[in-house]
């Protein structure tokens, strides 16, 4: 389900279930953190998807499961807090936790069929506050609005525009510019992604931040979320009810 490849001090990992749009399962997401560790040599990593998508987002036969959310976060946490850089070449689709995976990076280069969108309100489903911080942070307020609360998406074009985006480009010229960033400092880079990373860090602490953190629970939890699961099932548009 995943490739690690070398190519001189640039690590390359490939999602590899091109026949499920590379659709994360908490055994990929193990495996994910489980190749990142064995490329901590690597003076700049990159991530990309084998096929038409770079990665469509969770695989619902294992949403709803009772680990894959810790192993989704634990691996989007284990990327954003490599001390060297991350570039996404996002070849296609990343939706949902696709886009998770692309905004954890530190870099995006996007190809013409890229496209980025977060439709958890259409599942019943949510993403926790660092990934809603971040998404502001990196694409801007109104961008992270139109993704989360309409479930809009992005073709290339509006995510290089809005700034979710760096770089137009296919793998090949996310490898080169991973290449020209391996001459620099590392120490340098690692403090400097420290600091940037801190921007992410919401400035609110204590009864707030522990608020979201329990709405963000009680989504999962909810009857609306049941519904989201059911409707599946039994492969129905959901009807949800706010509870």
Not at 13 to 42: F, G, S, W
Not at 65 to 84: C, E, I, K
């Amino acid at each position: 389900m995943i490739e690690l490849s070398r190519r001189d001090r640039v690590a390359v990992l490939t999602l590899d279930r091109p026949e499920k749009h590379n659709a994360l399962t908490t055994d990929l997401c193990h495996r994910i953190r489980a190749a990142l560790d064995e490329a901590a040599d690597a003076r700049v990593g990159v991530i990309s998807g084998r096929g038409r998508s770079f990665c469509s987002g969770a695989d619902l036969d294992e949403v709803y499961t009772a680990n894959f959310r810790d192993a989704l976060y634990a691996m989007l946490h284990a990327v954003a807090d490599l001390p060297q850089p991350v570039v996404a070449a996002v070849n296609g689709a990343a939706i949902g936790a696709g886009t998770q995976l692309a905004i954890a990076a530190d870099l995006r280069v996007v190809a013409p069929a890229a496209r980025f969108g977060v439709p958890t309100a259409k599942i019943g489903l949510a993403v926790d506050p660092w990934t809603i911080r971040r998404l502001a942070l990196i694409a801007g307020n109104g961008t992270a609005r139109r993704l989360l609360l309409a479930c809009d998406q992005l073709d290339a074009d509006a995510a290089l525009a809005c700034g979710l985006a760096d770089r137009a480009g296919d793998t090949a010229d996310a490898l080169a510019w991973a290449d020209g960033m391996t001459p620099l400092a590392p120490l340098t880079q690692a403090y400097s992604k420290r600091v940037l990373n801190a921007a992410f860090e919401p400035e609110f602490a204590g009864p707030v931040r522990a608020e979201l953190e329990a709405a963000f629970e009680g989504c999962w939890t909810s009857d609306d979320f049941a519904e989201g699961r059911r409707s599946r099932v039994e492969k129905r548009a959901p009807v949800f009810r706010g509870r």
